[in-house]
């Protein structure tokens, strides 16, 4: 009996299954019920020649159970009713060997090991109807070879689904985050390149003020030096007083007034010789200074021209990103086209 809807009997149609085919199986449910547990010992003996089939079953089930499954399914063959349960236990069937990595060439050969060791017992059982009844059996086995593949599809399908939704997933997160880092890129390109450009401006102030302080060394170099010709000057001048008071001294009334001059001169020049020394001493604490504040100069350039190389390192780095960035944004382009 065929209770199916009209895509499926259309699919019967092609194969070629009749109502007569299902009769014919259910008149010889007897015999089939004779030869499964043979047929059934016989294939399990077959597949079990294939380690790779073993470690399959091993992993997800036994032998004995699979033995019982099948013995379930060649008796379900003479049952003579396809229906739309008859289609979901073997799609449900079909998925499972899916699942567990039964690859359709083993799943197919399988039923045309399994059609030859039935033949040989139909021969057998059925000396007057075994060829029709194994023409009506190849029929069953097409159609649940047909279902299997069905469910393979399905299966694969599914998981290509949800690889495509996976992915896509994958290139909507690394996109987003892409733009994040296009945008930090950006920012901090622009920090980079403002810190470079304080950087080497802060360097050339420092260059600058570095040279000037070198420029005022050298002017109290000088300053110091014609202290040093003023204070001979004052010795010399003091020396010229002196001598001066003495040939008052020698001249006696009549140099009187050239004395007065003479002490004036003598106090003008020690005098002079104070403040030069005083000066002197100034100076050598300015100097002492400057060669502190020049030093620290010189470091503050060091340390601007560091950060200025630094600073030119960052850029480069962050355009070297930024390019990156770019040709992922490129690659993202392409598997959104494809």
Do not use: C
Request: net charge negative; no cysteine.
């Amino acid at each position: 009996m065929i209770l199916v809807g009209e895509q499926r009997l259309k699919q019967l149609k092609y194969i070629g299954i009749k109502e007569e085919d299902l009769a014919l199986l259910k008149s010889k449910q007897s015999e089939f019920a004779n030869i499964t547990n043979i047929v059934v010992d016989e294939l399990y003996a077959k597949i079990t020649e294939q380690p790779e089939l073993v470690k399959l079953i091993e992993s997800h089930s036994t032998i004995e159970r699979l033995k019982e499954t099948q013995r379930w399914y060649f008796q379900s063959l003479t049952t003579g009713i396809i229906d739309e349960e008859f289609f979901s236990k073997r799609l449900y069937i079909g998925k499972v060997h899916s699942k567990i990595g039964l690859t359709t060439n083993w799943y197919l050969g399988t039923y045309i090991l399994y059609l030859d060791i039935a033949t040989r017992h139909l021969k057998r059982v059925l000396p007057e109807d075994w060829l029709k009844t194994t023409e009506a059996l190849s029929k069953m086995f097409n159609l649940d070879s047909q279902i299997v593949l069905e469910a393979y599809e399905q299966d694969e399908k599914a998981k290509i689904v949800k690889l495509v939704e996976s992915r896509q997933y994958m290139l909507t997160k690394v996109s987003s985050v892409v733009q994040e880092l296009s945008s930090m890129m950006v920012e901090l390109s622009a920090s980079s390149n403002l810190v470079a450009t304080n950087a080497s401006h802060t360097a050339s102030v420092q260059e600058n003020s570095h040279a000037k302080v070198g420029e005022l060394a050298t002017n109290i170099d000088q300053i110091n030096e014609l202290g040093s010709t003023m204070r001979e000057i004052s010795d010399q001048t003091h020396l010229i007083g002196l001598n001066a008071a003495l040939e008052a001294a020698r001249a006696g009334e009549a140099g009187l007034g050239f004395e007065v001059v003479a002490n004036e001169i003598r106090k003008l020049a020690t005098s002079s010789k104070q403040s030069l020394v005083t000066i002197q001493e100034k100076l050598k604490e300015i100097r002492s200074a400057l060669e502190e504040v020049k030093h620290g100069s010189e470091e503050t350039v060091r340390f601007s021209r560091e950060q200025a190389a630094s600073s030119q390192e960052l850029s480069s780095f962050v355009q070297m990103i930024d390019t990156v960035t770019a040709d992922l944004n490129s690659l993202l382009e392409d598997e959104a086209v494809h």
